[in-house]
Structure formats: C-alpha cells, structure tokens
C-alpha cells in the first residue's frame, strides 16, 4: 500500500461548482502536510500548508485530521485556471518527502 | 532567483549507457530530493538527502545512486540505463520538512 493515497480523478466540473478532494496516509509519524498544483508538463509548486485546526486561503479550505489519517482540499466557486493536477504530500521527522498519485480537476465552462 | 536548476532538461539514452543528472539549489536548503513522475503514478521518492552528509532510500531506489556533494548540489546516477527508467525526473530542496521547491524537470527517455 502506498504511504499517501489519493483518488486520481478525473474530476470534471462545472465553473461555480465546489469540489473537494481526499487524500489519506499511512505513517503516524507523519508531521507536516501539503497540497501542491502541478499544471501540464510543469514542475509541482506550493498551492497551501496544512494544519491541525485547518486553514483557508481564499477559494482553498485545507482540513486534516490525524484521528482518522487524511488531508482534505475543498475548493470553492471553481474557475477555468483551477484545472490542474492537485498532489497531497507529507513529511516525517527523517525529511522523507511523500506525495500521492495526484488528482486531475478540470473545470469546464 | 535561480531557486532550483537541473541539468540536462532533456536527454535521450540507449540501453545500457550512464549518465548523471545535476541539481544544485542557492536557497540554502539543508534537504534536497529526487523523484521521478509517470503517467498515473505522481512523484515518487527515489533518494533524498535530509542534510548534508547523509543520502537515504526513498520508495524507488533500485538502478540508481545519489551524491550530496555539498549543501547546493544532489546528483542522480544511471550506471547501466533501462527503458523502464524512462521518466521525467524532479528535483527538489526544502528547509527542512516544510515547503520543497522544485526545479523545472528532465524528461529521459532510454530507447
């Protein structure tokens, strides 16, 4: 079983919509997590960090809860550019870096 | 800002030959990483280097070798190159266990 896993999609919505994706983990000892944003052919980058009480940046609402092992990225009021490939990813003490599969989302008009 | 180069951006191999690829980040950084993507398989972790010094396994490790040869360099080598090693291949530097920046990729491909 992969360490991080995520449904890859593809989830296809309309502009407006709301969508949010999952992402679960194995290792307890994990301590920091991560949503990254990788578009066609890119290198992945930062979208937010995610923490215990949760955290919202704009549009983006990032929840994690460790009872249960996942992350979850919601993402409100869907524009055309959100369309990418979003990949969970989370660190351990040892500075192991772990990604999942990574979900695709297209938003469509 | 030059953050995270990696060299070459593209490189065809034949089965069998070695190469290098270079990486070098001027953040600073105590970790760096090497992942490799496929279609359907996201970043997978090849080797990473959590300080200087030290180089650990990642979850596919077999038919390459890493070298931390300072802080700013990581360097990822094929000795003996196998079609299943065609990939596009990421490096990456972090602080440490927080936000990795990554470079621009090189896309393999062993014929």
């Known amino acids: 079983r992969k360490e991080v896993e995520q449904d890859p999609g593809p989830f296809n919505v309309p502009e407006g919509a709301t969508v949010a994706f999952n992402c679960t983990y194995s290792n307890s000892a994990s301590q920091s997590f991560f949503w990254y944003r990788q578009d066609c052919r890119k290198e992945p980058k930062l979208l937010m960090s995610?923490?215990?009480s949760g955290n919202e940046d704009g549009r983006f609402t990032a929840q994690l809860n460790r009872a249960s092992q996942y992350i979850s990225l919601l993402i409100r009021d869907s524009k055309l550019s959100d369309s990418a490939t979003y990949l969970c990813?989370?660190?351990?003490?040892?500075?192991?870096?772990?990604f999942g599969q990574g979900t695709t989302l297209q938003v469509k008009p | 800002n030059a953050g995270v180069t990696q060299t070459p951006k593209f490189q065809v191999l034949k089965t069998g030959q070695s190469m290098t690829l270079q990486c070098a980040q001027d953040?600073?950084?105590?970790?760096m990483y090497w992942y490799r993507q496929d279609p359907g398989m996201g970043l997978r972790l090849i080797y990473y280097s959590a300080s200087e010094g030290t180089t650990d396994k990642g979850e596919v490790p077999n038919g390459y070798n890493v070298s931390r040869l300072n802080k700013r360099e990581f360097s990822l080598r094929l000795e003996s190159a196998a079609p299943s090693q065609t990939s596009v291949y990421f490096c990456?530097?972090?602080?440490?266990?927080?936000?990795?920046?990554f470079g621009q990729g090189t896309r393999l491909t062993v014929v």
């Open positions: 990456a530097s972090s602080p440490r266990s927080t936000e990795a920046f």
């Open positions: 990813a989370r660190s351990s003490n040892t500075g192991k870096l772990i």
């Open positions: 953040m600073n950084h105590n970790s």
């Open positions: 995610v923490y215990s």
